[in-house]
């Protein structure tokens, strides 16, 4: 069973060293990451991480402002992808 | 010539013309007045003819303007990615001598190396100049547009010099095919680090729109498509995968070509997004040292693997190497000739004549052409590898796994990936056995994520007991297919 917190501060973690997101907020689960600047480069580094840290690749069809609305969306995504890896 | 007198050509041309769409619409007027205020203000911080100025900034049309602004003060733009690590970003400040960097972002090592912050109108950004740089006289007969590294980084890789003239010589030739124009407005999704010239410039010179996408999520990008009514994409695959796989009901009917470019083109891709959308996607073949000698503007989905038909002010031939005499033959390297070709390498300094034989560039890819001229390419000669348009040498990862005490050698790779292109993995032979080799992967892993770019960290690193070589002890490399 996938532990959210723990993908949060993760998620939270993985942002927070990212330089070209808006530097003048601190990230939290609550970030809107397309408004902290989130772009193509960072989206690759976030599949690759993902798919590092837990398994799979994001297909692109689920890349939605939904998915990046905040890091809790993401998460919610994370885990209910992860439990359908049929994708 | 200038570059930046050809934008106020265009400026002249259509002032209440949009150049720029972004948060909000820049006409030709505001962008000139834009470009000459930075130009203004980087005279002021001492900025000359000849003078080398870093860029390390994120897309925008602060980018676009200030990229101007210097050739307006008759200074060379170096564009430095922001995905490079602060050394890899040093290692290409220290050894072009620029006189100044605009930067997103603090650099913790600029004063320990003479680059003294400033403030002004770039109170967005940081600026940094240098009181005293090295004269270096090589290149002082050269009327230096862009000095670009193959790689972004100087490790392994030779940074390319571009005069205005061949800028030019190149966006001409490619618009006789592309025939950009004002009734155009380019939807743009590339990094401005990576491509300006036979591009931004050349849309800007046409008097075009480029409009820049809130973020490249297909949702938005296809919004803003259908209400800018944009009507050339030019991306990379990996943005072009997003589109294919968006499932709203938006289409691209004010579209007129979607060129692909950066990386190869999966046919997997390529056909998804031409039952996405009815529009086939148009391959581009480009180098940094010739600008762009095919487009596969035909692309009936039946050549998916094609970057189409030589452009008609370009050559090129194949040698196979290993039968160099053979004349026509069915497979070999791409050799190109034409137009706009690089200017120089910046160091150590080779001119043109030294770099090409009677004019012809060697491009380390290996192509074929079918019955019909199209060319395909089909492997590469050369280590560069290309993760999702992103370029850069095996031989930078291996640099600094080597530079671990415990580590003999190794080997790094690229593996397929659907989506982008390519990942890399490594091999590593230990100066001795050990029984910690899991630590041992993890220090040589954090080396990795301390140095090098993101897309350039190894996703797996192997230790093993022997790495193949050639005959003459060269590490021996093995690329996956291209164009698969």
Same mark, same amino acid.
């Given at each position: 069973?996938?532990?959210?917190?723990?993908?949060?501060?993760?998620?939270?973690?993985?942002?927070?060293?990212?330089?070209? +997101?808006?530097?003048?907020? +601190?990230?939290?689960?609550?970030?809107?990451?397309?408004?902290?600047?989130?772009?193509?480069?960072?989206? /690759?580094?976030?599949?690759?991480? /993902?798919?590092?840290?837990?398994?799979?690749?994001?297909?692109?069809?689920?890349?939605?402002?939904?998915?990046?609305?905040?890091?809790?969306?993401?998460?919610?995504?994370?885990?209910?992808?992860?439990?359908?890896?049929?994708? | 010539?200038?570059?930046?007198?050809?934008?106020?050509?265009?400026?002249?041309?259509?002032?209440?013309?949009?150049?720029?769409?972004?948060?909000?619409?820049?006409?030709?007027?505001?962008?000139?007045?834009?470009? =000459?205020?930075?130009?203004?203000?980087?005279?002021?911080?001492?900025?000359?003819?000849?003078?080398?100025?870093? %860029?390390?900034?994120?897309?925008?049309?602060?980018?676009?303007?200030?990229?101007?602004?210097?050739?307006?003060?008759?200074?060379?733009?170096?564009?430095?990615?922001?995905?490079?690590?602060?050394?890899?970003?040093?290692?290409?400040?220290?050894?072009?001598?620029?006189?100044?960097?605009?930067?997103?972002?603090?650099?913790?090592?600029?004063?320990?190396?003479?680059?003294?912050?400033?403030?002004?109108?770039?109170?967005?950004?940081? $600026?940094?100049?240098?009181?005293?740089?090295?004269?270096?006289?090589?290149?002082?007969?050269?009327?230096?547009?862009?000095?670009?590294?193959?790689?972004?980084?100087?490790?392994?890789?030779?940074?390319?010099?571009?005069?205005?003239?061949?800028?030019?010589?190149?966006?001409?030739?490619?618009?006789?095919?592309?025939?950009?124009?004002?009734?155009?407005?380019?939807?743009?999704?590339?990094?401005?680090?990576?491509?300006?010239?036979?591009? %931004?410039?050349?849309?800007?010179?046409?008097?075009?729109?480029?409009?820049?996408?809130?973020?490249?999520?297909?949702?938005?990008?296809?919004?803003?498509?259908?209400?800018?009514?944009?009507?050339?994409?030019?991306?990379?695959?990996?943005?072009?995968?997003?589109?294919?796989?968006?499932?709203?009901?938006?289409?691209?009917?004010?579209?007129?070509?979607?060129?692909?470019?950066?990386?190869?083109?999966?046919?997997?891709?390529?056909?998804?997004?031409?039952?996405?959308?009815?529009? &086939?996607?148009?391959?581009?073949?480009?180098?940094?040292? %010739?600008?762009?000698?095919?487009?596969?503007?035909?692309?009936?989905?039946?050549?998916?693997?094609?970057?189409?038909?030589?452009? @008609?002010?370009?050559?090129?031939?194949?040698?196979?190497?290993?039968? @160099?005499?053979?004349?026509?033959?069915?497979?070999?390297? %791409?050799?190109?000739?034409?137009?706009?070709?690089?200017?120089?390498?910046? =160091? @150590?300094?080779? @001119?043109?004549?030294?770099?090409?034989?009677?004019?012809?560039?060697?491009?380390?890819?290996?192509?074929?052409?079918?019955?019909?001229?199209?060319? =395909?390419?089909?492997?590469?000669?050369?280590?560069?590898?290309?993760?999702?348009?992103?370029?850069?040498? &095996?031989?930078?990862?291996?640099?600094?796994?080597?530079?671990?005490?415990?580590?003999?050698? =190794?080997?790094?790779? &690229?593996?397929?990936?659907?989506?982008?292109?390519?990942?890399?993995?490594?091999?590593?032979?230990?100066?001795?056995?050990?029984?910690?080799?899991?630590?041992?992967?993890?220090?040589?892993?954090?080396?990795?994520?301390?140095?090098?770019?993101?897309?350039?960290?190894?996703?797996?690193?192997?230790?093993?007991?022997?790495?193949?070589?050639?005959?003459?002890?060269?590490?021996?490399?093995? $690329?996956?297919?291209?164009?698969?």
């Amino acid at each position: 069973m996938m532990d959210r917190v723990k993908i949060e501060q993760e998620l939270v973690e993985f942002f927070s060293t990212k330089e070209t +997101l808006d530097p003048t907020s +601190l990230i939290s689960e609550d970030t809107n990451l397309i408004e902290a600047g989130l772009d193509s480069m960072i989206m /690759i580094e976030l599949l690759l991480f /993902i798919e590092e840290k837990y398994g799979f690749w994001i297909p692109e069809a689920y890349l939605t402002e939904e998915i990046f609305k905040n890091i809790k969306a993401l998460s919610t995504s994370i885990i209910e992808l992860s439990n359908n890896k049929n994708i | 010539m200038n570059l930046y007198e050809l934008l106020r050509h265009s400026t002249k041309e259509h002032p209440e013309k949009p150049a720029i769409i972004a948060d909000k619409k820049i006409t030709y007027k505001e962008l000139i007045y834009e470009v =000459s205020m930075i130009a203004e203000e980087l005279h002021k911080f001492g900025i000359e003819k000849k003078n080398r100025v870093g %860029i390390i900034l994120s897309n925008s049309p602060f980018y676009i303007a200030l990229s101007y602004a210097i050739w307006a003060n008759g200074a060379c733009v170096v564009p430095i990615s922001t995905d490079l690590t602060e050394k890899e970003a040093l290692d290409i400040i220290l050894s072009t001598n620029l006189k100044a960097v605009i930067s997103h972002k603090q650099l913790p090592y600029a004063q320990v190396n003479n680059l003294k912050p400033a403030d002004g109108l770039f109170h967005d950004y940081y $600026y940094f100049y240098s009181h005293e740089i090295t004269p270096n006289h090589a290149h002082d007969h050269l009327n230096m547009a862009f000095l670009r590294f193959t790689s972004g980084t100087t490790s392994a890789s030779k940074g390319v010099i571009l005069c205005h003239e061949t800028v030019l010589e190149r966006i001409s030739a490619a618009n006789k095919v592309l025939k950009i124009n004002t009734n155009d407005n380019i939807i743009w999704m590339l990094s401005m680090a990576h491509h300006f010239t036979v591009s %931004i410039v050349l849309y800007l010179t046409n008097g075009a729109t480029i409009t820049l996408c809130k973020n490249h999520l297909a949702g938005q990008v296809l919004e803003t498509i259908n209400r800018e009514k944009g009507t050339i994409i030019y991306a990379t695959p990996f943005h072009l995968k997003l589109l294919s796989e968006n499932l709203s009901s938006l289409n691209l009917a004010s579209i007129r070509l979607v060129i692909s470019t950066a990386m190869s083109l999966s046919a997997n891709i390529a056909e998804k997004f031409y039952s996405r959308f009815s529009i &086939p996607i148009t391959q581009a073949y480009g180098i940094i040292e %010739i600008g762009l000698p095919c487009i596969n503007l035909d692309a009936p989905p039946g050549k998916i693997n094609s970057v189409g038909k030589v452009l @008609p002010d370009y050559e090129i031939k194949l040698i196979d190497p290993n039968n @160099p005499h053979e004349t026509n033959p069915k497979k070999g390297e %791409i050799f190109v000739r034409g137009p706009g070709m690089i200017d120089a390498y910046y =160091s @150590p300094f080779k @001119p043109r004549n030294l770099i090409m034989k009677d004019g012809w560039f060697a491009t380390g890819d290996l192509g074929q052409f079918d019955e019909e001229g199209n060319l =395909s390419i089909i492997g590469r000669k050369k280590d560069l590898i290309n993760i999702a348009g992103m370029k850069f040498f &095996p031989q930078e990862i291996e640099s600094i796994i080597n530079k671990h005490e415990l580590v003999k050698e =190794s080997i790094s790779y &690229p593996l397929r990936h659907d989506s982008l292109g390519e990942i890399m993995q490594a091999k590593v032979i230990l100066k001795e056995t050990s029984a910690h080799n899991e630590a041992i992967i993890r220090e040589i892993m954090q080396l990795c994520k301390n140095n090098l770019a993101p897309y350039k960290i190894p996703r797996k690193i192997e230790i093993v007991t022997t790495i193949p070589k050639t005959f003459s002890g060269k590490l021996k490399r093995h $690329y996956p297919a291209i164009g698969m």
